[in-house]
């Protein structure tokens, strides 16, 4: 049966504002754009918003269909891992780092030590966030967060962003016009949720700003401060690559898979936790098929793209990495590109 061009071109323009209303369950419609804005600016004022920015920064906003686009595929999620990580492990992710690593070498270190971070990570997470401030998206921070606000998928959480986004605006510590980032809401140079920005950002050199976006110093700090927030334990590493022995199907299925209530789902994916002696004893080896580490660590078994590709033992800094985005993908080329700064 073929199906009318009418019918199709009718498909075609519909409107993002229609495609969100149809998902919406029957029983919790959305009211249009124009409608929920005002509800919006109404809630923003009773939070102690000024009338200046919530006029500068909610008249005259469109929805942004990219990011509706982007949230449906995120990388992290869609892609293997194998894919995922050799994109990002590239050469030039490689050696701008090498570079960055000694042209930043002494700040990196005193901020570490003043937060407890292994500096290779603070690095690793610049690269990969943003290619060492190359790129830090050039979406309009209000204008993404409105549209996923207004969507239904993660509307409450969008909402409170937006809401704290409204709240930096209204502090002073960027002008709207520069509020630059990626289409998720996320901003500066190691790409902080609004939320996060507020309670983590940090003003390393007491120049009275937190400025994520330029200042080197207050960019690194953040982003120590968080981890170190988060439970990071410079004591440790994230976690290492191992072999698995050949009769390994047979006795995966009794390690049990961590599922914890709450908190990231990525973590699902893992085994329980284990001493490294007790993964020994189950075969598991090192790249180089010698013992692993005779030390009191316990560590979850993950194999991110099944039995049949790569296996990862990850310790409790992997889970401190998951709370900056929860994807094994993410973490985990986190943590081997931190090992290639060492």
Known sequence: MKISKVFTVGLLSLSINTIINF??????????????????RTEAKQK?????TIKAALTDLKLYPKAIKSDRSQPEFKRTFKKY?????????????????????????EIGESYGVQPRFILSFWGLETNYGNYMGKNDIIRSLATLAYDKRRAAYFRKELLNALTILDEGHIALKDMKGSWSGAMGQ?????????????????????????????VFASIANYLKHFGWNDNQTWGREVTLPEN????????????????????????????LKEWNDHGI????????PDV???ATLVLPDGESGKAFLTYDNFRTILRYNCANSYALTIGLLADKFK
């Open 23 to 40: 998902k919406a369950n029957a029983k919790d419609t959305v009211p249009p754009f124009d409608q929920w804005l005002v509800e919006l």
């Open 48 to 52: 102690g918003i000024t009338d200046e």
């Open 85 to 109: 990580s050799q994109k990002r492990l590239s050469q030039w992710r490689l050696k701008m780092g090498a570079k960055m690593q000694k042209k930043h070498g002494t700040l990196l270190k």
């Open 190 to 218: 190691g790409q902080f949720m609004p939320s996060s920005f507020l309670r983590f950002a940090q003003d390393f050199d007491g120049d009275g700003k937190k400025d994520i976006w330029g200042n080197h110093a207050d």
């Open 248 to 275: 390994a199907a047979t006795w995966l299925k009794t390690v049990k898979a961590e599922k914890p209530e709450k908190g990231c789902r990525a973590l699902r994916t893992h085994t329980e936790k284990l001493t």
């Open 285 to 292: 080896r090192r790249l180089n098929l010698k013992d692993l």
């Open 296 to 298: 009191d660590l316990k």
